[in-house]
């Protein structure tokens, strides 16, 4: 059974830094993904890694956020720099094990079948 969990989430200062973790296990992964979702918003992609490293970012972090795997660890990480207000949201790791997601990295919430319970990031001014 595919298992993803978040950690890392917490309060910060604008200008601030937090790194998220997502462990996974269970399956056979090709791409994984972070997401977030604010108060009244949709789910965005935010960052995505295919398993041969391609990276993908929303414009809104690009620059900002980085994306990283250990594969050894079976772990996916979000280093997050340069917070602001507008970064508060629930922040949720996925992934896929579809051969596709091998080489391209998608931000796409529908491409991700499974689903961690998210952790909070909250950004004050």
């Known amino acids: 059974q595919v298992q993803l969990e978040e950690s890392g989430g917490g309060s910060v200062q604008s200008g601030g830094s937090l790194r998220l973790s997502c462990a996974a296990s269970?399956?056979?992964?090709?791409?994984m993904g972070w997401f977030r979702q604010g108060p009244g918003k949709e789910r965005e992609g935010v960052a995505a890694?295919?398993?041969?490293?391609?990276?993908g970012y929303a414009n809104s972090v690009n620059g900002r956020f980085t994306i990283s795997q250990d594969n050894f660890k079976n772990t996916l990480y979000l280093q997050m720099n340069s917070l602001k207000p507008e970064d508060t949201a629930m922040y949720y790791c996925?992934?896929?094990?579809?051969?596709?997601?091998?080489?391209?990295?998608?931000?796409?919430?529908?491409?991700?079948?499974?689903w961690g319970q998210g952790t909070q990031v909250t950004v004050s001014s």
């Open positions: 269970g399956y056979s992964r090709s791409r």
């Open positions: 996925a992934a896929d094990s579809s051969p596709s997601g091998s080489y391209f990295p998608s931000l796409e919430p529908s491409r991700y079948p499974y």
């Open positions: 890694i295919a398993s041969s490293g391609s990276t």
